[in-house]
């Protein structure tokens, strides 16, 4: 073999040990003797083995050994009743639904602890709803033989005090559902100091009244 056959032979040699160790980036088709950069030399390899290599046995894109990342839930803490009733009360209740559950809330329960008034305006707002009362809380108030603080289908006047704008206040908190009443099923109520043999499931007793449905 002559000298120029020889280096041909070993010219062939070498551009296919240099392509199968990756010398030769892909796309070259010139067949020209390349020497890859350090860079390309470790890309082409990650390179291969993503194209190859099967997801769920072992793939570079198997994250399922990957503990997720889990976030805390921010925990925002609950306003208390006293916060909200202070956050809504006011003097002023207008001449509609509001006022008819704010005198409601005054005259029948304005001594009672605020969860009890809270009971009692819910009281008033399950009737509304139940079918077997006037279909709206002005009408559930004012119905014959059932508060007696209704005088002639009106209300006593009330001067602006602490306990009034207090009752404002539950009743709005009851009217707008931001906070659950003690009895929220509670169709009935009375002072505990009365008995008057309903035969009512008794469903709650909050301060000096007893709740029924």
């Known amino acids: 073999m002559s000298i ?38 470790k890309r082409l390899p990650v390179l291969q083995t993503l194209a190859t290599m099967p997801v769920g046995a072992g793939a570079l894109d198997d994250d399922s050994d990957i ?59 399950n009737r509304s709803t139940s079918g077997r009362f006037a279909s709206t809380i002005c009408g559930v108030v004012k ?19 602490t306990l009034w704008r207090k009752a404002v206040g539950v009743a709005q908190v009851a009217m707008k559902g931001l906070f659950a009443s003690p009895a929220p099923d509670a169709l009935y109520f009375h002072a505990r100091r009365v008995s008057p043999n309903w035969g009512k499931r008794q469903v709650a007793a909050v301060g000096n009244h007893l709740f029924y449905r």
């Open 4 to 41: 120029f056959s020889r280096a041909a032979h070993f010219a062939v040699i070498t551009f296919f040990t240099v392509a199968a160790v990756g010398g030769i980036p892909v796309g070259t088709a010139s067949g020209a003797m390349f020497y890859p950069t350090p860079t390309e030399t």
């Open 143 to 161: 119905q014959p033989s059932q508060f007696s603080f209704v005088r002639g289908g009106g209300f006593p006047v009330v001067r602006s005090n």
């Open 67 to 125: 503990a997720p990342v889990v976030v805390p839930a921010i925990q925002t803490p609950k306003a208390s009743l006293s916060a909200l009733v202070d956050a809504y009360s006011g003097n002023e209740a207008g001449d509609g639904e509001l006022n008819c559950l704010a005198n409601a809330v005054y005259f029948e329960s304005k001594g009672e602890p605020l969860a009890g008034q809270l009971a009692v305006a819910k009281v008033i707002m």
